[in-house]
T-cell receptor
Framework: AQTVTQSQPEMSVQEAETVTLSCTYD???????LFWYKQPPSRQMILVIR??????QNATENRFSVNFQKAAKSFSLKISDSQLGDAAMYFC?????????????FGKGTKLSVKP | EAGVAQSPRYKIIEKRQSVAFWCNPI?????LYWYQQILGQGPKLLIQ????????DSQLPKDRFSAERLKGVDSTLKIQPAKLEDSAVYLC????????????????FGPGTRLTVL
């Protein structure tokens, strides 16, 4: 069974600085998808970024980028120029590329605080 | 484009009572998911529908939980009878087509229903 581990329960960053959130996963599959979701206090999960395992190039979305290390099974999220609105829970998630089951397997999350 | 709608936002019940949650996915989305998120954890899939058929309900406690998606649009999730450990946020998500894993499988989440069982 696949597992996702986020080893940092909480992180803090100064506004305008850069922070990196860690995520590792365990799988025997070679093809899969990885995601970072943001969950603000309103509870609505918002997709931040996604990465296809077959792509070597790291995904980027504006101030958000990932460092995908397939061999190490590592998928970290870098937030540049942090803003107060980035404060939220961040969840790393895994989805198998096999079959029709779209089950997202989530880590326990990292709570990010942004200091003004 | 309207997002995933859920109601109610909050529900407080006594143990052994029944409760139902409603979800309206994004228009045209064939795949609908119900997740349970216990405090301090990431969401866990309860059930996945493709149109009005069940794709995966392996983690649904079928002795007390049931779900349906009539006509392949709205869905309801029911708990009967509720236990203390059912206290959680219940998230509904939808995707255009969850069978492929490609971009059409991007899941969009609703605001969730926070259930407290006393």
């Amino acid at each position: 069974a696949q597992t996702v581990t986020q080893s940092q329960p909480e992180m803090s960053v100064q506004e305008a600085e850069t922070v990196t959130l860690s995520c590792t996963y365990d799988t025997s599959e070679s093809d899969y998808y990885l995601f970072w979701y943001k969950q603000p206090p309103s509870r609505q999960m918002i997709l931040v970024i996604r990465q296809e395992a077959y792509k070597q190039q790291n995904a980027t979305e504006n101030r958000f980028s990932v460092n995908f290390q397939k061999a190490a099974k590592s998928f970290s999220l870098k937030i540049s120029d942090s803003q107060l609105g980035d404060a939220a829970m961040y969840f790393c998630a895994y989805r198998s590329a096999l079959g029709s089951q779209g089950n997202l397997i989530f880590g326990k999350g990292t709570k990010l605080s942004v200091k003004p | 484009e309207a997002g995933v709608a859920q109601s109610p936002r909050y529900k407080i019940i006594e143990k052994r009572q029944s409760v139902a949650f409603w979800c309206n996915p994004i228009s045209g989305h064939a795949t609908l998911y119900w997740y349970q998120q216990i405090l301090g954890q990431g969401p866990k899939l309860l059930i996945q529908f493709q149109n009005n058929g069940v794709v995966d309900d392996s983690q649904l406690p079928k002795d007390r939980f049931s779900a349906e998606r009539l006509k392949g649009v709205d869905s309801t999730l029911k708990i009967q009878p509720a236990k203390l450990e059912d206290s959680a946020v219940y998230l509904c998500a939808s995707s255009l087509d969850g069978r492929t894993g490609g971009y059409t499988d991007t899941q969009y989440f609703g605001p969730g229903t926070r259930l407290t069982v006393l």
